[in-house]
């Protein structure tokens, strides 16, 4: 066999087994990801188990901070204000006159000021957002209504108490538009809680921490909030919800955002897309059995909120069960689509759970199989 020929069997042997490795790791990766499945609802798993991110307070000066200055900054870190609030906010300062990292010193030009000390608030950096919640001057008036809101205190309390969504409505200031969309979404949340059934909780899962409520004691609850855009104690959270994806502050629109878990905004429906069957697809969802994914891998941003949030699932787990509820509404809206439950059906969902062992050892086994079967396919070639 010539030279050419011999390269080109051999092309074909490694197309042929590249293939094959991609078939046969693709196929234990879907298994694993399903016996990994746990019967925790996400909202619920989101509740116990995932800790929002930290937004960034980045806080500009040049040369020492005075001891007032300092004090005010401290305000943003674990012994200050966003500490005693259980804020979810870190506090980073950087002095120009030391040469801070590039990526700084960037963020300052791109602020055009002179000002200094300068607070600049940003999203998390896990969810690679490049939008400032807020931005200013650092005085001691702003960073109370940064870190905390009635919108958002009602939001926790809710949650708190065992809500499974709060879905937030962010108003347009149309009041004709908000109360035809608001009925539409409450009217909608009233029906899938007559429709909807939670997973039954796998005793096992019980046991060994995944959920820290009894078997039953979980219970569908939804409601509604409404946000104005030209409330003033609301402005940085309102910010904030735009920021949360790339073109929101664009639609002139109400705006919806269900809010779930230690809140956390799964995405927007807009305008238009506030329909009965894109508000059914985010509820089935989040009511659905998790499966095992990291948190960052399923949708959604979480939201600036103070609330000790161990706190309140301790609290709940020690409660009686009895979670508040929609109120029955006398009129439904017209049904578009049918909608069972799903409760057995597998949704994206959770961060860290630990598999059953056997059929953790099954995928592996499963794994392992398929790797001797590829080496010895490839000593044949």
């Known amino acids: 066999m010539n030279a050419p020929d011999l390269i080109g069997k051999r092309r074909r042997a490694c197309t042929a087994f590249r293939r094959l490795l991609r078939l046969v790791l693709g196929s234990a990766a879907l298994s694993a990801v399903s016996l990994l499945a746990c019967s925790v609802p996400v909202f619920r798993y989101a509740l116990e188990k995932w800790p929002p991110d930290s937004y960034r307070a980045v806080v500009f000066h040049r040369g020492p901070l005075s001891p007032a200055q300092q004090a005010l900054a401290g305000e943003l870190g674990r012994e200050g204000l966003a500490g005693r609030l259980h804020a979810n906010v870190s506090l980073q300062t950087v002095d120009l006159a030391q040469s801070p990292a590039p990526e700084l010193l960037e963020l300052w030009r791109k602020l055009g000021t002179d000002v200094l000390p300068w607070l600049v608030v940003r999203y998390p950096q896990s969810v690679r957002l490049t939008g400032n919640i807020d931005s200013g001057p650092l005085t001691g008036a702003t960073l109370k209504p940064l870190l905390d809101s009635p919108a ?71 409601s509604a909030l409404r946000v104005s855009r030209s409330d003033p104690a609301e402005e940085a959270f309102v910010k904030m919800l735009l920021g949360s994806e790339a073109d929101l502050a664009g639609i002139k629109e109400p705006i919806l955002f269900p809010v779930f878990g230690r809140g956390r905004a799964l995405y927007a429906l807009a305008g238009k897309g506030i329909r009965h069957e894109t508000i059914d697809e985010a509820a089935t969802f989040l009511i659905g059995k998790c499966s095992c994914q990291v948190k960052e891998l399923n949708p959604g941003v979480d939201l600036l909120l103070a609330a000790d949030w161990d706190q309140l699932v301790k609290a709940q787990a020690g409660a009686d069960g009895s979670l508040p509820t929609l109120p029955p509404l006398t009129e439904l809206a017209p049904e578009t689509v049918t909608i069972s439950g799903n409760a057995d ?10 598999p059953k062992t056997g059929n953790l050892w099954l995928a592996v086994g499963l794994a392992v199989a398929g790797l001797v079967a590829i080496g010895l396919f490839w000593r044949r070639r």
């Open 152 to 222: 958002r205190r009602e939001i926790t309390r809710r949650l708190g108490q065992g809500d499974s969504t709060v879905w937030v409505l962010l108003e347009i200031g149309e009041p004709k538009r908000d109360e035809e969309i608001m009925k539409l979404v409450e009217t909608r949340l009233a029906y899938l809680a007559t429709v909807l059934k939670l997973p039954a909780l796998d005793p096992q899962d019980i046991t060994s921490g995944l959920v820290s409520v009894p078997e039953g004691g979980l219970k569908l609850a939804f």
């Open 345 to 354: 059906k597998t949704s994206a969902g959770a961060q860290g759970i630990q």
